[in-house]
């Protein structure tokens, strides 16, 4: 007899903090997807862009590494939002193999008009939680992360 999917013995996985949050990623973005429809660009795209808004002349690796982003892929984006005119990278005279990232005035537009519908989105909490837990949720998050607690909202 197959058990309903609602009611499966998850075992130990139930218990793992990594396979929880896998779950919850996968959650979160279908979430996001569905309630951005084309509103927002990618999650990357959009975390890069509200990164650099926050920290203007940001260095492309540094970035990388704190959004843990492989280095590839972070070309890869930076380089699809420099063609959009979003984002332009200069080289530093101190570090001529550093690219140091700022957002273009129609990146800053983008980065404002994108965080708006996603704001929305991300300040109603899920189904199946209350405004109290998905606070609690998220700070916790960041504790896990080591982030700093002020200062988090772009």
Known sequence: MTAPEGRLDWGPLGDSLGFLLRLAQ???????????EGAAPLPGSLSILLMVRGNPGIRQGVLARALRIK???M?????SL????????SV?????RA????????GLAEAERAWSAVHAHETAPPATL????????RHLLRRYLSLQEHGHEP
Do not use: N
């Not at 690219?99 to 129609?106: D, G, S």
């Open 26 to 36: 996968l959650e979160a973005f279908e979430a996001y997807f569905a309630a951005m």
């Open 71 to 73: 280095r590839a892929h």
């Open 75 to 79: 070309t890869k984006i930076v380089q």
């Open 82 to 89: 420099e063609q959009a005119g979003l984002l332009r990278g």
């Open 92 to 96: 530093p005279a101190d570090d001529r």
């Open 99 to 106: 690219i140091e990232l700022h957002l273009t005035p129609a």
């Open 130 to 137: 209350t405004a109290e837990e998905a606070a609690q949720l």
